[in-house]
């Protein structure tokens, strides 16, 4: 694969600079603006290109010249094979590896360094957005998961964070299985001044809507389902279906999951039309392969992530940067040191 930087005044002379120099097959892996040398704003566009290279095979006595060249260790090659260990430590599916595994090489092939390059992979491969993407305003937002996945404690960090930047939040749950499901979340809505009401059946959210009022967001919990018994998920949606249409549902996996059977769910929910993926207890676990599977591989939005359990710290916007430098630390056991590398 060849890569090659492109400086234009816009996208449009960048376009044309790419493909007079790199073809039509060529494809845009970044674009940003900068300051040029005088000070100038222009646009810096990365565009690679596969590299076709045939090379025809010595004849006769020249054969033998290619079992005598000598090897010259290759210091790219050694960082890319490094950071493919800690991919496979890390429990990252073979498909997606080689993928990170080839894109990466040809990067560092090209000067970039290997975090750089592992960022702008992720980057492409990630669906990653922002906050205000995943969570729009005026939306009625249902958050499932498996049991114990921490839907509960996200919401109230979510919910904590739109009070601090002064808007309205409505709290409703139709988690009435879990001991103290309800209860926790309401303790959460009376610290904020807001009303939380429990659906014991898909008729109540009538008379919670007109209890609620108009309001900026609507947080809605879920009791947790068993994705090997498709007859909660088929509830779940009876109950999802019973909202309306302006409701957004939220994925909320967490990073303890076995990385294998994590990265079968957003299919098994599929059902369920979630429109994000949140990762949380992404503290408690040093193998971050379930997270990077279901990010590259479900095609859902990722924005949030969530770090502990204080309320609102531990939550943050993760980004193709974050989660770079998170899998390019060796897995560890809990009793051995974080590697700073």
Known sequence: MKIKRFKAKDMHEG???????LGNEAI??????????????????????????????PKGLFAKEKYLSPTIPNEKSSQVKNLSNKLNKHGLTGDIQHKIDTAVEAFTGSGFSDFDALDMVLGKMVPFTTSVKALERGKIHVFVGPTGAGKTTTIAKLAVQKKMERYTVGMLSFD??????????????????ENCFLLQDPKDFMAASVSLGPKDFI???????????????????????QLGENVDVHLVLPCTMNAEEMSYIPATVECLHPKTVIFTKIDETARLGGLANVAAMSGLQVCFATNGTNVPQNIIELDSAILAKELMKSPRLPWEKEDAS
């Not at 892996?29 to 095979?57: C, F, N, Q, W, Y």
Request: no cysteine; aromatic share 8%; proline share 4%.
């Open 15 to 21: 376009m044309l600079m790419i493909k007079r120099e």
């Open 219 to 241: 947080f809605v919990d879920t009791t947790g389902f068993n994705p090997f018994k498709p007859k909660q998920l088929t509830y779940l949606k009876s109950l999802i279906e």
């Open 176 to 193: 009435n299985q879990r001991v103290a499901g309800f209860e926790q979340l309401n303790i959460f809505a009376d610290a904020l001044k």
């Open 28 to 57: 845009i892996l970044s674009s940003r603006k900068v300051k040029d040398v005088d000070g100038s704003s222009v646009m810096e566009i990365t565009a690679a290109v596969e590299k076709k290279e045939t090379k025809p095979e």
